[in-house]
Structures are given as C-alpha cells and as structure tokens.
C-alpha cells in the first residue's frame, strides 16, 4: 500500500482553515480525512481532550500543551503511512513545530497551503466565535508565515469554494521539489 497524500493548511486562528479544508474535501476527487486540532477539543459530540475538566482547573492545560501537540504532530505520519489521504489545517506556531513537521512528514508527498487573511478580518472574525481567546489571530498573524515557504497562498476574504478550485487545481500540477523539500534542505 502507497502512503498518502497531505494538503496542510497553515493559517492564524479564525483565517478560515476549516471552511477551506471541507470545500476541498468536498470537491476533490480523491477520498481526504479532514484533520485538525480542534478535532481534538470541540467535535459537538464528546472532544478527545477532557476539555470541561481543564476549563474547569482539574488539568493544568499548559502543563499538557507540549505533549498534546506532540502527539498531534506524530499521529499525522501514522495516519498517512496506513495509506489515507489528508487535509490537515494547522496553526504551525513556530519555527520549532515547522522544523519538527518537517522531519515527521519528509517522506511524504506534502502539499503545503498558506491561507492570509487581513488582520481587521481575523480579529472581527475572533471576536465573532466563542471558542477563541481575543489575541491569538493577531498573535499568528504576526507569526506564522514568517518561517515558512509554501506550494500556494490563498486569500480567506475569497469564498471557501472559490479557494478550493484553486488549490485542487494548483496541487494536480504540483511539480518537486515542493515547499515542504526546500525547507528540509534547510534544517
């Protein structure tokens, strides 16, 4: 069996990964999982993590942050040597998770998506959820694309599905090295 692929999407918080990540999971033409950290927390049915219990003070959730993500970051390439496809949206925070991602998934065929969005959006778009604390789109916004290359950057103030035909498009004619190669050769 041939791994799979991966499209990861990297964007600040409230950027629009998720609308991006299900468009094209709608309309690509092969079959995706659709996996994000929040998959972890806020499912609508029972999260993974013990959310009400680290809401709540019993767990200490930056003394499990670190291995939260950990975890997260290993699972991708389990998920994908078994043969599945994914679409993994993602807030890579720093150099170190961009490093650490880089050496988990090198074998992989990785397409890598940067999602932009003006920072006015991200923060009217953050006040408008009830599951964001106010500061961390402005934090990633100042951040995270500054240590990264990508294989295509889309902007979030164009329609979900609009992005979607565009990234579909751009990763059928995908050509090597990809973003994910060149960054390697760096490390």
């Known amino acids: 069996m041939s791994p799979g692929k991966i499209i990861l999407i990297n964007g600040a918080s409230s950027s629009g990964k998720t609308a991006l990540a299900r468009a094209v999971q709608n309309k ?6 659709h996996l994000s950290f929040d998959h972890l927390r806020e499912d609508g049915i029972s999260p993974i993590l013990p959310m009400k219990r680290i809401l709540s ?13 950990n975890g997260f970051h ?23 998770w961009m490093a650490c991602l880089l050496s988990l998934l090198s074998s992989f065929d990785i397409y890598f998506v940067g999602i932009h969005c003006p920072l006015a959006e991200l923060e009217r778009r953050e006040l408008g959820r009830k599951n964001r604390n106010v500061g961390e789109a402005r934090r990633d916004f100042e951040t ?5 290359t990508y294989d295509l950057e889309l902007d979030s103030m164009k329609p979900p599905e609009i992005n979607a035909d565009s ?7 995908r050509s090597r090295p990809s973003a994910f190669e060149k960054m390697a050769t760096t490390l």
């Open 74 to 96: 290993n699972a991708l390439p389990a998920i994908a040597a078994a043969g599945n496809n994914l679409i993994v949206e993602h807030i890579v925070e720093t150099p170190e």
């Open 167 to 173: 990234l579909i498009a751009s990763w059928k004619r």
């Open 57 to 69: 003070g019993d767990f200490e959730w930056k003394m499990m942050r670190a291995a939260v993500f």
């Open 28 to 33: 690509i033409d092969e079959p995706f999982w």
């Open 144 to 148: 995270i694309h500054k240590f990264t």
